[in-house]
């Protein structure tokens, strides 16, 4: 054992040289402070505490509960609780007013549509996108254009049934022929169909093609389209003579849509979404600025 002699002491700071050297640097033994000792001691003694009040050590199903009891989630479900019977009342005067009597309480109005943004970021997003643009296949929002309609009662009343949504027999139904799929008609005259809805959609300038689809489009797609093209609501057959298209209005889209059809789905919400959910919904869509103050029978429409 080393005596007292043995030791290194530092010459200019008087303390204990710790004995090992590195490219002849070498370490002071300079004891901790105190007052960083006491903090060390103070936050072991926490911790302990911590684990034995709240959650804390993971076990193989389940976890240390703690002695009080706390839990993150169960102050989020508290939390969430509180804000859904402060709003409770709003929502049943919204579910218990009739869709198309909600513009005459603006303030019912107006929470309406703030619940039904926030709605929308939660259930619709996916395919209308966050603004509510739409993409391919799935429709803009917030244009004057719609399949169905675009008044209060009937914007309800498709996100209620949905469309083409298979397991809702009062789902909206639109189904257009695979003219093409299922050899309706041949390659040549399904060229001329998109010859003819490239002219009324002032795309392309009339010639001897588009002549010829006009004549197959009036004994083709006339019944559901209209025979001016401009679509039909009742049917949900969109119009084809404005610059608004769903998938596309390039000659080899349109072609595509000709040949094997298109069938998009939206899901009916009524088993998803309470009755003032989808209200609110139905009334934001409708503050989009596309939205419409009455039933429209017979319209140009792409949504």
Known sequence: ???????RIDTATGTELKGHEWDGIAELDTPLPRWWLWTFYATILFAIGYCIAYPAWPLVSDY???????????????ELAAR?????????????????????WP???????????AAFKVH????????????????????????????????????????????HDATRQSIMPAFGRDQLLTGAQVDDLVAHVRVISRQDK????????????????????????????TLGAPNLTDGIWLYGGDAGTIRETVWNSRQGVMPRWDDKLDKATIRMLAAYVHSLGGGEATPVEAANGAE
């Open 1 to 7: 054992m080393a005596d007292a002699s043995d030791k």
């Open 64 to 78: 240390t509960r703690g002695t009080l009891g706390w839990s993150s989630r169960g102050t989020l479900e508290q």
């Open 84 to 104: 859904e019977a402060q709003i409770a009342p709003i929502h049943k005067a919204i579910a218990d007013t009739s869709i198309t009597d909600l513009p005459g």
């Open 107 to 117: 303030h019912l109005m107006q929470a309406a549509v703030e619940g039904g943004r």
């Open 124 to 167: 619709c997003v996916q395919c209308h996108g966050s603004g509510a643009a739409g993409a391919k296949g799935y429709p803009n929002l917030n244009d004057d254009d719609w399949l169905w309609g675009g008044d209060l009662a009937t914007i309800e009343r498709t996100i209620v049934d949905g469309v083409r949504s298979p397991d």
């Open 206 to 233: 009339p010639g001897a093609a588009s002549q010829r689809g006009a004549r197959l489009f009036a004994d083709n797609c006339a019944v559901c389209h209209g025979a001016d093209g401009k679509g039909s609501r």
